[in-house]
């Protein structure tokens, strides 16, 4: 069992950054796939960004040049540093950790970016 614990979302002006934390711990494998996802009231969750083990990251098209994840292994903690927010990014963003056929879900953080 691998558990998520999220933080640092909360309610920024547009233009302004958050910088979301997610910490792992349980059966964690430093090769696993960990990234985050986002909600918005009405939507579907959608990929926001990701890193593999190895650092490869992918990115949505809408967060491109504004945000940036990462990963620290000795802390078994992934985060997502948002520049630029848009009210557009406002949303319960999700913490996830993917490995073979397993994949857990934190239980989400709100960011709102204010106009």
């Known amino acids: 069992q691998v558990h998520l614990e999220e933080s640092g979302g909360g309610l920024v002006q547009a233009g302004g950054s958050l910088r979301l934390s997610c910490a792992a711990s349980?059966?964690?494998?430093?090769?696993?796939?960990m990234g985050w996802y986002r909600q918005a009231p009405g939507k579907q969750r959608d990929l926001v960004a990701r890193i593999s083990g190895g650092g490869s990251t992918n990115y949505a098209d809408s967060v491109k040049g504004r945000f940036t994840i990462s990963r620290d292994n000795a802390k078994n903690t992934v985060y997502l540093q948002m520049n630029s927010l848009k009210p557009e990014d406002t949303a319960v963003y999700y913490c996830?950790?993917?490995?073979?056929?397993?994949?857990?879900w934190g239980q989400g953080t709100q960011v709102t970016v204010s106009s």
């Open positions: 996830y950790y993917a490995f073979g056929i397993n994949n857990y």
């Open positions: 349980g059966s964690i494998f430093s090769i696993a796939t």
